[in-house]
């Protein structure tokens, strides 16, 4: 997955919900159409952060699981 992230979010070591409110404040920081990549290593992350993109009208273009940590990718779409 080669995803260009306009704001990178680094949320590991944080559990639910940090890395959920995390990219609730980075969403608002990058224009519409700009990408946050929220790094991650709470495995609730990647079902958490794609539902309240959905729900609030952004869009998750990607979640790319790693040994470590996984990266989601959230498209600013309002």
């Known amino acids: 997955m080669n995803i260009k992230a306009d704001k990178t979010v680094d949320a590991r070591g944080s559990s639910c919900p940090?890395?959920?409110l995390e990219a609730k404040k980075a969403i608002g920081g990058v224009n519409i159409g700009q990408v946050i990549e929220i790094l991650s290593n709470?495995?609730?992350?990647?079902?958490?952060?794609p539902a309240w993109a959905a729900k609030i009208g952004h869009e998750c273009i990607g979640v790319e699981e790693g040994d470590e940590y996984d990266k989601i990718y959230v498209k600013r779409l309002k």
């Open 18 to 20: 940090g890395p959920l």
């Open 42 to 49: 709470d495995e609730g992350s990647k079902k958490d952060i």
